[in-house]
């Protein structure tokens, strides 16, 4: 009988023992899966945060771009004021010649 206590003894401590190694490990695999979701997220993080970086660069080359376009604009708006400008002149010019002419010739006489 003592023989069988001392056995029954040991099974439980076997049993408990057990039980304690299967919690440990399952406390691994959990510290292991929050390590795991811990460096996803990390890596998320930082993706999130190199996507940020990239449209703040595309909207400040976006910015540049308008700039550089408005800047063109107001180019291609001054040299056609210009080109009007001395059109003009040269359309002025052509009607005072014209007037030159028609006053330096003949009258016809009525008879």
């Known amino acids: 009988m003592e023989a069988e206590r001392r056995r029954d003894a040991a ?3 076997r049993q408990s023992l057990e039980s304690a190694r299967r919690g440990r490990e399952e406390l691994r695999v959990a510290a292991e899966d929050a ?10 993080a930082e ?3 190199r ?6 660069k595309i ?3 976006a910015r540049r771009a308008a700039e550089d376009a408005r800047d063109a604009t107001i180019g291609a ?5 210009e080109a009007l ?6 359309m002025q010019f052509l009607e005072q010649a014209r007037q030159t002419l028609r006053a330096l010739q003949p009258k016809p006489e009525n008879s």
């Open 77 to 81: 708006v001054a040299a056609t004021a």
């Open 47 to 49: 993706s999130s945060r």
């Open 85 to 90: 400008n001395t059109n003009l002149a040269q």
């Open 35 to 44: 390590r795991d979701a811990r460096e996803r997220s990390r890596e998320h």
């Open 59 to 61: 909207a400040e080359d």
């Open 51 to 56: 996507d940020g970086e990239a449209l703040r």
């Open 11 to 13: 099974e439980r401590d």
